[in-house]
């Protein structure tokens, strides 16, 4: 009766030591990170110098500029045309709108689905 004791109590030592170990190696992979992400860092250039930050143009800050736009008119053409041969190379173009003033929904509508509005006009 007393080997079997003895055959439990050595088996837990054996899971004590292997747990000592792998917590040990756990230590030592982040003991090993923490070395290596200084060494890393040291090798970063440092923070910016106050010189170095950007300035305002002399005129100022520069506004935001708010204007109506409408579509360019997109050349006819005999065949369908691909979006490099538009002019803009794709990209709508645009000009400024002789109308400045906002458009505005009709009184009562807002133009969006659920959006509150009386509904079944």
Sequence with gaps: ??????????????LGIGLVVVGVAVVGLLIGAFWLGARIRRREPGPPRPEDQPRLPDGGPVREVRENREPA???????RLTPHELPGHG???????????????????SGAFGSGGPGGR
């Design 73 to 79: 008119e997109i050349p006819l053409s005999d065949h």
């Design 91 to 109: 990209n709508s173009p645009s000009r400024t709108s002789g109308s400045q003033t906002r458009r505005r929904w009709r009184e009562g509508n």
């Design 1 to 14: 009766m007393s080997t079997s004791w003895m055959d439990i109590a050595a088996g837990r030592g054996a």
